[in-house]
């Protein structure tokens, strides 16, 4: 089992930066990949970003090219997603989550492939 815990939620200004963390415990594996999706209300959990467990394979949303940025610090097990630029439809509970796979190539964007999740962590971007 792992464990998945996030952080640095918090409510900003249109155009501000937030900086969300995830650490990770429990069981350990070589290849993985680990992702941030949101989820807003009324509205179906998306991925923003995900991330090979090499540091590669990096995708993010279009709704979020060139404003956030996903990193990974393995000896830390930790997972982070910098925002910038943020919007009000950025608003939404976001959530880290871990897919066990065999090769980066396998990373994607099927919500129901991911193994583990955390419990999320909100984000309220205002005007």
């Known amino acids: 089992q792992v464990q998945l815990v996030e952080s640095g939620g918090g409510s900003v200004e249109v155009g501000g930066s937030l900086r969300l963390s995830c650490v990770a415990s429990?069981?350990?594996?070589?290849?993985?990949?680990m992702g941030w999706f949101r989820q807003a209300p009324g509205k179906e959990r998306e991925r923003v970003a995900s991330?090979?467990?090499?540091?590669?394979?990096?995708r993010y949303a279009d709704s979020v090219k060139g404003r956030f940025s996903i990193s990974m610090n393995r000896p830390e097990k930790r997972l982070d997603l910098q925002m910038t630029s943020l919007k009000n439809e950025d608003t939404a509970t976001y959530y880290c989550?871990?897919?066990?796979?065999?090769?980066?190539?396998?990373?994607?964007?099927?919500?129901?492939?991911?193994?583990?999740w955390g419990q999320g962590t909100q984000v309220t971007v205002s005007s």
């Open positions: 429990g069981d350990t594996y070589d290849r993985y990949c």
């Open positions: 991330i090979y467990s090499s540091g590669g394979y990096r």
């Open positions: 989550a871990l897919e066990v796979v065999s090769s980066g190539s396998d990373c994607d964007d099927h919500l129901l492939n991911y193994d583990y």
